[in-house]
């Protein structure tokens, strides 16, 4: 299994909860799926997160050059400082979702 960059990021429940639901989606996106259907797996986990209570982020770090999060910036997520974080929209939550169900 592939970690991130960093261990408190790839160990958050929410990004865990959603390596699970890739995870379960993985056989049918890899083998019993068109092209269309594809994409419509990749946007229904996207709706499922976002429709959480609390909502789920589809998050990357903020600032820098092309918003790469390499610049700094007056706070993180929770507000104590660090980097911010800003949501990269539904389009590339799904190209990630996507990439996600395609490498596992």
Known sequence: E????????YNHRGNVYYRRIVQRMMPTYTFHCSKKEKKRIAVDIVAHVRSLRPPGRFLERAGGAGGDGSGPSSEDASGRGGRSWTDIGDRRAREKTSQALREG
């Open 2 to 9: 592939r970690r991130a960059r960093g261990g408190a990021v």
